[in-house]
Every structure is written in structure tokens, then in C-alpha cells.
């Protein structure tokens, strides 16, 4: 039974392809300069949008990059509340009129 047990590639082996012909993308290396003392480098594409902060691989720390070069601020949304979901929904005279007849559906009760 052993004799016929299929042999072949597993999931996730290597490939037998070749690089030969293949032109690898331009490359540039970022260093990073975490606040626990560790310094680092990651490889990115040239046409990459580079990043001012990465985490550090050895203690998971915020770095910042060596060349000094800050993150960008991204502009955030201010969190929506109940209210203005309701808001955009209805007018306060539409909102006033259907408090008013809730009110008197819980009074007769």
C-alpha cells in the first residue's frame, strides 16, 4: 500500500519556475527607529506611498522613520450620534409631531 501512495507537491511547496527574464520592481529600503532603542529597515516599491510609522517587529512598539520624515495627520470624521442619524431623516417639526401623538398614545393607556 505504501508503494502506491501518490507523491507529488503539497499545498504551499515551492515552484519550479524560475526567475529567469523576470524584471523585479524598484525597491527602496526605510529605516525605523523604535522609542525602546531598536532600529530596523523594511523594503518598499519605489512607487510606494511610504509610511512615517510602522510597528516594530522585535517589541511591537510605534517607530518612527530615521530620516525624520513625520506621519501624516489623517482627517477623521467626527463620530455620528443618534440624533443626527434621526435628523437627517426628519425635520424637528416632523420629530415634534410624532413625540406629540406618542405621548398621547402612552397617556390613554
Not at 516599491?45 to 489623517?74: F, I, M, N, Q, Y
Amino acid at each position: 500500500m505504501a508503494d502506491r501512495a501518490l507523491r507529488g507537491m503539497g499545498l504551499g511547496s515551492k515552484s519550479f519556475e524560475d526567475e529567469e527574464g523576470v524584471e523585479m520592481a524598484e525597491r527602496q529600503e526605510i529605516g525605523f527607529d523604535c522609542p525602546n532603542g531598536h532600529h530596523f529597515e523594511i523594503t518598499f516599491s519605489v512607487e510606494a506611498e511610504l509610511p512615517g510609522v510602522w510597528e516594530c517587529p522585535r517589541c511591537g512598539a510605534e517607530s518612527h522613520r530615521s530620516d525624520g520624515t513625520k506621519a501624516e495627520k489623517k482627517k477623521e470624521k467626527p463620530q455620528r450620534t443618534h440624533w443626527d442619524m434621526l435628523t437627517e431623516r426628519r425635520s424637528i417639526p416632523e420629530l415634534e409631531e410624532l413625540l406629540k401623538e406618542r405621548l398621547e398614545e402612552i397617556r390613554k393607556e
